[in-house]
C-alpha cells in the first residue's frame, strides 16, 4: 500500500526555535507538497517541489522554507518559530497527472 | 482564481439514508477533481478521483460525479452508515501551467446517527 509518512504526528516547540518537519513517500512520486489547514481558513498550500532539489512557493510561503535533496524525502523548515504557526500541517505527494496521496499530518503546537 | 464551494457545510443523516454531497467550482478549466474524507484530527483519505474526461468514478457505495460545463461534483453515499461521519473535501486540480497545485472547498461535515 502507498505511503507517506510524516514523521511526528504532535509536537510541540518553542517561539523562536527552528523547526523541522520531515516527510517522506515510498511512491516514487515526482511532486510533493506541503499544506497548513486551520479552522474556517482550510486547507493552504506552503510549499511545492516537482522534482528533487526544485521547489516553488505556494500561496503563504512566509516564514517557511522547504528542503528536497532525495526524492522521497521534503522537509519544511521554520526558520523562527512563532504562535501564529500553530497548526495542522498536512504533506502530500503525487505522481504527475495523477491525485494526490496524503500523509496522516503533524499538529504543531507553538508556545 | 479558482474558487470552490462546498454545500451544505454541514448535515446530519439516520443510517442507512441514502444522500449527496454538493461541491462548485468557478473556473471550469479543470485538470481533475479529487473528493477526500477527512477524520476529526487525521490527515485526508483519497476517496475518487475524476479526470477532466470522465463523467463519474465509483467505488464501492461511493459514486462521484462531474459537470465540467456547469461547473458542478456530486458525492453520492449509498446506505450510509456511522463510520462514513467525516468531514468530506472535494479539491479540483486546475490545468494548464499550475496543474500541480489544489484548491479545496471547506469541506461538508457528515454525520451519520445510527
Known amino acids: 500500500d502507498v505511503k507517506v509518512t510524516q514523521s511526528s504526528r504532535y509536537l510541540v516547540k518553542r517561539t523562536g526555535e527552528k523547526v523541522f518537519l520531515e516527510c517522506v513517500q515510498d511512491?516514487?512520486?515526482?511532486?510533493m507538497f506541503w499544506y497548513r489547514q486551520d479552522p474556517g481558513l482550510g486547507l493552504r498550500l506552503i510549499y511545492f517541489?516537482?522534482?528533487?532539489?526544485?521547489?516553488e512557493k505556494g500561496d503563504i510561503p512566509e516564514g517557511y522554507s522547504v528542503s528536497r535533496e532525495k526524492k522521497e524525502r521534503f522537509s519544511l523548515i521554520l526558520e523562527s518559530a512563532s504562535t501564529n504557526q500553530t497548526s495542522m500541517y498536512l504533506c502530500?505527494?503525487?505522481?504527475?497527472?495523477?491525485?494526490?496521496?496524503f500523509g496522516s499530518g503533524t499538529r504543531l503546537t507553538i508556545v | 482564481k479558482q474558487e470552490v464551494t462546498q454545500i451544505p457545510a454541514a448535515l446530519s443523516v439516520p443510517e442507512g439514508e441514502n444522500l449527496v454531497l454538493n461541491c462548485s467550482f468557478t473556473?471550469?478549466?479543470?485538470?481533475?477533481l479529487q473528493w477526500f474524507r477527512q477524520d476529526p484530527g487525521k490527515g485526508l483519505t483519497s476517496l475518487l478521483l475524476?479526470?477532466?474526461?470522465?463523467r463519474e468514478q465509483t467505488s464501492g457505495r461511493l459514486n462521484a460525479s462531474l459537470d465540467k460545463s456547469s461547473g458542478r461534483s456530486t458525492l453520492y453515499i449509498a446506505a450510509s452508515q456511522p463510520g462514513d461521519s467525516a468531514t468530506y473535501l472535494c479539491?479540483?486540480?486546475?490545468?494548464?501551467?499550475?496543474?500541480?497545485?489544489?484548491?479545496f472547498g471547506k469541506g461538508t461535515l457528515l454525520t451519520v446517527n445510527p
Open positions: 502530500a505527494s503525487r505522481r504527475t497527472g495523477y491525485g494526490y496521496t
Open positions: 511512491m516514487d512520486h515526482e511532486n
Open positions: 517541489s516537482y522534482d528533487v532539489k526544485m521547489k
Open positions: 473556473d471550469s478549466a479543470i485538470y481533475n
Open positions: 475524476i479526470q477532466s474526461s470522465q
Open positions: 479539491a479540483v486540480s486546475s490545468s494548464g501551467g499550475s496543474n500541480y497545485k489544489l484548491t
